[in-house]
Structure formats: C-alpha cells, structure tokens
C-alpha cells in the first residue's frame, strides 16, 4: 500500500485541531455542579429501598452501599446504567435528568430478589418510601 | 448554556472530518468510553470491505480484562486474507488500553481514551493509536464518537501520523436490539450505514454482545461496501 507522507504542516494542523477538541473536553468538564445524592442500600440480596422517587429534569448521584459479603452489579437498560457494587463497599452512580415515568434497576448476581424501580415526578411533593438527602 | 458546548464540540469534530487521513480500514468497531470492574471478555470481529477490484477480509480475535474500575487491557490477534485470495493467516498481534476518565453521566458528556500498540508479525512494523473517546445521551438515544490519530513505523513503513473518526448515533430501543447509524472518515473515505448492537444476558455478569454495521463509501464515485460484526462474550 502506498504510504502518504504528510507535511509538517498538516501534522500541526492535526494536532492543533487535537487540542481544541480537548479544549472543548475541558469545557464540559467545567460546568459540572453540585449533585443532589441519594441513597440506596444492598442488604440480603435486595435493594432498600426498592422504591425511589425523584424530580424530573434533575440529576442525580445515586450512593449505593453494599452492606452484603457478596458482590453485586448494578444493571439498569432503562437508566443505561451498569455498575459492579463490591462487597461492604460505597458506589456511585449518577442518574438523570429523566423524564417522567419508571426506570427499572436490578441485581445482575441476584435477578430474582435484587429489584427495584425509580419512580420520576414533575413535583417534589412524593410522599412514602422518598429517600434523597 | 449545553448548547453552546455541543455546538462548539460539533464544530471542533467537524474540523477533523474535513482533513480525515489514515490507511488502514477505516470501518471497526466504535468504542464507548466505558469500563466494568471485574469484567473479562472474548471477542470476535469480522471486517469485509468490497473495494471495486478485490474484496478485503479481515478477522481478530481478544481477551480483555479490567484492570480495576477505570482501566481495561486486551489483547488481540489479527488474521487478514492476502490480495490473492490465497492465504488467511494471522498478520499482527494488537494490545489495547481503554482507560475511563470520567464517571457514566457525571458530566454533560463522557469521556475516554484508548491506547492501542499493533505490530506486525513478520515484518517490524508498529502502529500506535491513541483516541479520544465520546458519549452523551439524549434521552433514550446516545451519540458515540471516537477521535484516533495513528502514528506509523517500520521497516516498510515511512514514519507519518494520520487520522479518522468514526460516530454512531444509537437508539436504546430493546437490551437485544439497539439500532444505529455509523458514520466513518479515514484516507480518502467518508462512509455511512445503518448499523445495530444487542446484548444477550445469561447469568450474572456473563452476557452476548453483538454488533453489526453495513457501510457504504460517499467520498468515491466507486462505491466501496464495508461489512463488519463483532461477538463479545462478557463475563
């Protein structure tokens, strides 16, 4: 295959064009802002609680404790979200913003019990089983 | 205000389309900049490109294993069929670092970086490949964009640096079936095709990942077709 050798010129030109992209990488990373957390239990295999209402259009970071000796995965489709909780150790995850509707999370290691949904609203009037700090 | 940001990033991406070079096949695999701890997998990828006088078949086979919860290594072996069609073999051995640099959904956007350092087996040639590796959600659809510049070496090769990018825009429709559209730049080429991804679960971590993309060539008048699947086991 005949090789194209390249000009100086064009290489600085790629790499100046390299930088504004990091450039533009650093830009997202700037207006980052604080977070509200919310918290979210492992214990005997099940989520506490499984039922957690949020706001809709806001982020959120979601603190997973495992207080299991066994590992757990996070696995969300709805959320795109997929994470590996080790035993007795804090995990986060940030969510959002969603829409208003139920997002569906479970247990990859236990299906059966580790269950639980994200119940999204337009108010923070959401009574029950809210957890967010 | 995000707005504003993307706007600027579409504009800086737009810059590299316009002067896309690179050799190799430009149509692979998009990567999303997403690490799981403990993860290890298999993967086999299938490339066939349908040039207007040959057809080119490419297949690799890797082992990948995460590091820890940020960074992933693997490992792969290439087999390419010769120009006259009279050989398959393995070519080259590749090892890959895909290194997680910001948390899913912490920011507006997603970041990652990918390393990858590919030799040739029998002649001492090396490629080098760093990318820039993008995702951001818009609801239920997420846009994947992959930055490369590859810098070239060897006893048959003149030392240059080059580039391509490849994009996927994905809707989240089903876990087993996620359509997209891929778009390729690379020496000379700009290619565009419907694509899809799946995944498969069984039990715990272990899952079915496929991928499938159909890519046709806009910058030629004769039109090159870019065949590519990919098999990942994850467990």
Known sequence: MNKVIRHPKQTLKSQTRLWLLLVSFLSFLVQASTIEEVELNIINHLFVPAKLHLMANKKYKLKI????????????????????????????????PLSVGEYHFFGEYNPNTAKGKIIVNQTDSIQGDKNVN | MFKYYFILYIFTYLLFCT??????????KVYHPYVLANEQELEWRLMSTKKHD??????????????????????????????????????????????????????????GLLFELEKDRILNNWELTTGLLFEKEFGI???TINAFVINEWGSTLKSEMEFESRVKYRYRWRPALQPAIEIYTGEDFIGIGPAGMGIIRFDKQKQLKWELGFITELSQATREHALRFAIEYEF
């Open chain 1, 65 to 96: 404790i495992n207080q299991d000796n066994t590992p757990e995965e996070f696995d969300s489709f709805d959320l795109n979200r997929e994470k590996m909780v080790f035993p007795n150790k804090i995990t986060h995850i940030y969510i959002g």
């Open chain 2, 19 to 28: 002067t896309a070079k690179a050799d190799g096949a430009v149509v692979d």
């Open chain 2, 141 to 143: 659809t997420s846009l």
């Open chain 2, 54 to 111: 040959r057809n080119v078949l490419a297949q690799r086979l890797g082992y990948g294993h995460a590091l820890n919860e940020r960074i992933t290594l693997e490992g792969y072996i290439i087999a390419e069929r010769d120009d006259q069609f009279s050989d398959f073999s393995w070519q080259a051995v590749e090892l890959e670092v895909r290194w997680m640099l910001t948390e899913q959904g912490q920011y507006s956007a997603d970041w």
